[in-house]
């Protein structure tokens, strides 16, 4: 996919993962409509790792790898070893080799929407 020009694109994924580290991902009791998940930086790099971002003007990239980093309010999970964040900056490399950076919003305990930031 040509990445030039693109800004603020907003990328919707969900995913269905079999199988998720105990105490990396976390609901406060009183969820609301709002967002109150929070996931670690492993959860967010394995939500992009190897699945596709689906762009807002009908493509995709099929990401192989990612390296994430928790922006903002942080929590603990319940047992006090893991930092969770709502929010993340990523770098994402594709499938064609295109290296970038996304901004990850944690919508849910299995969808996230995507904004594209650039190389």
């Not at 499938?95 to 990850?104: S, T, V």
Request: overall charge positive; some cysteine; charged content about 20%.
């Amino acid at each position: 996919m040509n990445l030039n020009g693109i800004k603020n694109k907003v990328a919707v994924a969900t995913v269905a993962l079999a199988a998720i580290a105990a105490g990396s991902i976390i609901a406060p009791a009183s969820a609301s409509a709002q967002s109150d998940w929070y996931w670690s930086n492993d959860v967010a790099k394995h939500r992009l790792k190897n699945l596709d971002l689906s762009w807002d003007n009908d493509t995709f990239d099929d990401v192989i790898n990612a390296s994430c980093k928790g922006k903002g309010t942080m929590i603990w999970n319940d047992s006090g070893t893991l930092r969770l964040y709502k929010h993340f900056v990523c770098a994402v490399l594709t499938d064609e080799g295109d290296l970038y950076k996304i901004r990850l919003h944690v919508k849910s305990k299995l969808t996230y929407t995507a904004e594209y930031l650039g190389k």
